[in-house]
C-alpha cells in the first residue's frame, strides 16, 4: 500500500460556509494561493449553492475562476443537486463534490430532496459531464453525509450505506467521500466501515471526511488509515461545522491532520512551516472566528522528520 | 482482554501545577467529591513538592487529608523523589507516583538527579513501604516521563525505556506509567512500545498518560488501547502542561477521553452527564484558564449507548 496520503483543504467551502461575516473574493484567492505554494494538490474553494442560502458563496464563480488559474492546484467545488452541478461544469470545474446524506432526514434538510433522488440526480450530472467530453477533466467525487450517523435519526444502518456506495459507484463516481458529517463516529466503527467500503470501491478511491465535533477526529482518520484510506478532507484552523448539528465544531485541522499523517510515517508533500504561516494569517482573516488545532501553539517536536 | 477501563483524574495535580492562580483548598477538595460522585475511582490529588517550587501545593497534606475521607476513591499523590515520597507515606497517601524521566537531561531539569539516582531512591521507597507494613495498602506507581520523546533531547532510545521498565519493575513497582509528557509520541509508536512494556511488565498493570500537545491525544489512546491498556490519566478540561515543554497543552480531556473509551465499548463507569457538570463548574473555579475539550459543547451523540 501506498505511503502517499493527499490532504484536500476544505476550509473554503466547509470552513466558510457557517461564518456569518463575508470575506473577500481577493482574500479568498490569496488563501487558495498560498495554501497551493505549501503544495496543497487539491483544494474545494467554494460551494455552486443558491446566494440567498449561503451569500458567503455569493462569488462561487469569482473564487472558482481565480482558483482555476493556480498552478498544479485541482479548484473542486461542492453543488447539493444537478442543477448546481451543471452551473459548475459550466464554470470549469475541475472537480465537483456532489453532496449527499445517506440518511433520509439529514438529505431532506440539506438539500430537500430523498437521498434517492440525490442519487439520480448525480447519475445524470456523470451522463451530462461525459455527454460534453469532459471525463477525463472533470473528476465527479460522491460526496455521502451521515455516513457514521445522523443528529436527526441518530444510527444510520450501515447496510444502508453500504447500497448507496453500490448505486453511486454504479453512477459512475469518480471517489467516494465518506463524511462524518456530525462527528458521530468512532474509530472501531471507522475502521470496520472503510474497509468495507474499499473493498466495494476497488479502484475508485475512497476519502474520508471527519469532524471533529466530540474530539475523536485525529484517532478516527488514523482508524482510516489503517483501513487503506489514503484521502483526507481537513480545514485549516479546524474551521467549519454543520448547520443541523448543535455545538458541531469544524473539520480536523488541516495543520495536525499533516503533522500526525507524516508521524504515522506517511507522506503529505505538505511545507508544514509555510502550511503554519496561512494558519496564522487565518486569525487575520477571520479575527472572530475561534480556530482550532494546536500545531500552531505548539510547533512540530524536535525529533520530528516529515517536511 | 477486559473491557473496564480506568480513567484516573489528574486534573488537580497535572492541571493544576503550571496554574499561577492558587486554588483554595476547599475548592479542590469540592472538585474531589464531586468528581469521585461520578465514579472516579482513583484521582490524583496534589504533589507532595517544596513549596517553594510549586507554591500552588502548598497545601498538600490538607488536600490529601481531605481526599482520603472520601468514599471508594483512592487518593493518590506524585512526588518527586525519596524524600517527598517518605513526607507522602507519612501523610497517609494511598498511592504514590513517583515521576522519573527516562531522558537524562529531562530528570535533570525535573527532579535535578541522575535516572538512575532516581530509579534508586524508587526502590528505597519501595522498601520503607514495606517495612512499615504498608505494602497492601499504599500502591507504588513509577510515572516514566518522556517515554515517547523528550523536548531536550528529541529521540528517547527505546532501549532505555525497556531497560529503565525493567529496573523499576525489580524495584518493585505496583504499576507502571509510561507518559508522553511533551506529546512527542504518535499512534505508531505508542502502540509498538506500549506492546513491547506489557510483555516486559506480566501481572504488573500498564497505565498510559498522554498530553494532546500535537493534537494526537486521543489517537495515541487509542493506540495503547489496541495494545492492550486499560488505565489513563486524564484532566478535566485538558487542563494542564509541562513547564519545559513549549506551548506544552495538557493532559488528554476526561470527558473527551471517557466518552471515547465507551464509544470504543469499553465501560468506564463514569456518569457522563455528572461529570460534564464538574467539567462545567471549572469555568467558574479557573476563570483565567484555558480550557479544551469538545464534549461539554458538543454533548454526547444522540445515539451514544455508554452512561
Same mark, same amino acid.
Given at each position: ?43 474545494? %474553494? ?5 446566494? =440567498?442560502? +449561503?451569500?458567503?458563496? @455569493?462569488?462561487?464563480?469569482? &473564487?472558482? /475562476? ?121 474509530? %472501531? ?5 472503510? =474497509?468495507? +467500503?474499499?473493498?466495494? @470501491?476497488?479502484?475508485?478511491? &475512497?476519502? /474520508? ?99
Amino acid at each position: 500500500m501506498t505511503d502517499l496520503v493527499e490532504i484536500r483543504e476544505v476550509g473554503l467551502r466547509d470552513g466558510l460556509q457557517l461564518v456569518k461575516e463575508v470575506l473577500a473574493t481577493e482574500v479568498k484567492l490569496e488563501w487558495c494561493r498560498l495554501q497551493a505554494d505549501c503544495n496543497f494538490r487539491e483544494m474545494e %474553494v467554494t460551494s455552486f449553492v443558491p446566494p =440567498s442560502v +449561503i451569500p458567503q458563496f @455569493a462569488d462561487s464563480a469569482e &473564487v472558482l /475562476a481565480g482558483a482555476r488559474t493556480i498552478k498544479d492546484m485541482r479548484a473542486a467545488v461542492l453543488v447539493p443537486n444537478l442543477k448546481w452541478g451543471l452551473r459548475a461544469l459550466d464554470h470549469g470545474a475541475e472537480k465537483i463534490t456532489f453532496v449527499l446524506s445517506v440518511s433520509e432526514r439529514h438529505n431532506q434538510a440539506n438539500v430537500r430532496r430523498s437521498t434517492d433522488q440525490s442519487i439520480s440526480e448525480f447519475a445524470q450530472l456523470v451522463k451530462e459531464r461525459d455527454s460534453r467530453g469532459s471525463k477525463s477533466s472533470v473528476a465527479l467525487s460522491a460526496a455521502m453525509a451521515t455516513t457514521f450517523g445522523c443528529c436527526f435519526e441518530g444510527d444510520v444502518a450501515e447496510s444502508r450505506v453500504y447500497q448507496v456506495v453500490e448505486e453511486v459507484l454504479k453512477a459512475g463516481c469518480d471517489e467516494l467521500n465518506m463524511c462524518d458529517t456530525v462527528g458521530f463516529g468512532n474509530p %472501531v466503527q471507522v475502521k470496520r466501515m472503510l =474497509s468495507e +467500503i474499499l473493498k466495494q @470501491a476497488g479502484e475508485i478511491p &475512497v476519502a /474520508a471526511h471527519f469532524h471533529d465535533t466530540r474530539g475523536m477526529g485525529l484517532a478516527n482518520a488514523v482508524a482510516a488509515v489503517e483501513a487503506g484510506v489514503r484521502r483526507f478532507d481537513s480545514s485549516l484552523g479546524g474551521l467549519g461545522g454543520c448547520p443541523f448539528a448543535t455545538g458541531a465544531s469544524g473539520n480536523i485541522a488541516t495543520e495536525d491532520c499533516v503533522y500526525l499523517m507524516e508521524n504515522l510515517g506517511l507522506t503529505t508533500g505538505v511545507d508544514l512551516g509555510g502550511m503554519l504561516a496561512v494558519r496564522a494569517k487565518m486569525d487575520q482573516w477571520l479575527p472572530n472566528e475561534p480556530l482550532e488545532g494546536k500545531l500552531l501553539r505548539a510547533g512540530a517536536a524536535t525529533n520530528f522528520r516529515g517536511n
